[in-house]
């Protein structure tokens, strides 16, 4: 059992919460966003994820500013304050790395940048998790902390009729984004451009220049989307939390 003292610098979740999030991450090959709702005692403890109506392809979320509105004007009637509804942006990796991408942190930055203190929190499709903590009063400064799920709690049961209705009502793909990703993935004429492998053994079909020239060639929504699943998509992260459990 965690001592209070370790608890507060953690980002901790209800069993429900943390079910609830896993729940919307695998009911999609796409990523899945949404706020985390606290208590109003204890501002890192997420007590439910809540969806708002979105846009998503396997590397991006957007979410609709009138659905957003509307969640706010909700809470807001259910007697909450911003800290406890708007202070957590959570979503889903489908692949191995919860690492930020460059898409995140611009979120992170144009979104959440205005209050006072907000959390990034992302789980990959295999477990692991990312979580940040940033301070925009004073001097400022930004930390990563533990995502920990909390058995030191009363905590309901699932829900999943109710969650499913709460995916399909908010959950939608983007197809126009989605149709340029999978271009870049399936698209016959650019494999066909590419240069034909080496007879030395080489593991890769590209050198570093030939990399280079063919982001180069891709117009600016394909290259930021290649750059964008190479930061969720790689294998090669140095480093992975895990979500810790008590």
């Known amino acids: 059992m965690k001592n209070n003292i370790q608890k507060k610098s953690m980002l901790r979740f209800s069993p429900t919460a943390w079910a609830k999030l896993l729940f919307m991450r695998d009911m999609t090959n796409n990523e899945v966003g949404g706020f ?18 979105q846009k998503v392809t396997s590397i991006s979320v957007s979410f609709d500013d009138e659905a957003i509105s509307g969640f706010f004007e909700d809470q807001v009637a259910a007697g909450r304050k911003p800290q406890e509804f708007a202070r957590h942006w959570i979503h889903t990796h489908p692949g191995s790395s919860p690492e930020p991408s ?14 006072d203190w907000a959390v ?41 009729d109710l969650w499913i209705q709460q995916y ?15 271009k870049l993935i399936f ?33 600016p929504i394909e290259r930021q989307l290649f ?3 190479l930061a969720v998509r790689s294998d090669f992260w140095d480093q992975e939390n895990e979500v810790l459990y008590g």
Do not use: H, W
């Open 102 to 115: 460059c898409t995140d942190e611009k979120t992170f930055d144009r979104v959440f940048g205005p209050c």
């Open 36 to 53: 985390g709702i606290t208590k109003a005692n204890d501002l890192l403890f997420v007590t439910d994820f809540a969806l708002v109506k």
């Open 168 to 182: 399909k009502a908010n959950v939608f793909v983007d197809e126009i984004l989605k149709e340029k990703s999978e």
């Open 227 to 229: 750059i964008d699943e």
């Open 120 to 160: 990034m929190a992302i789980i990959a499709q295999d477990g692991n998790s990312y979580a940040r903590l940033r301070f925009n009063t004073g001097p400022g400064g930004e930390v990563k902390i533990p995502v920990y799920v909390d058995y030191d709690c009363e905590f309901a049961g699932s829900d999943l």
């Open 187 to 219: 698209d016959e004429k650019l494999l066909a451009d590419l240069p034909p492998l080496k007879n030395d053994r080489s593991f890769s079909l590209l050198t570093s220049d030939d990399l280079i020239a063919e982001v180069d060639k891709m117009d």
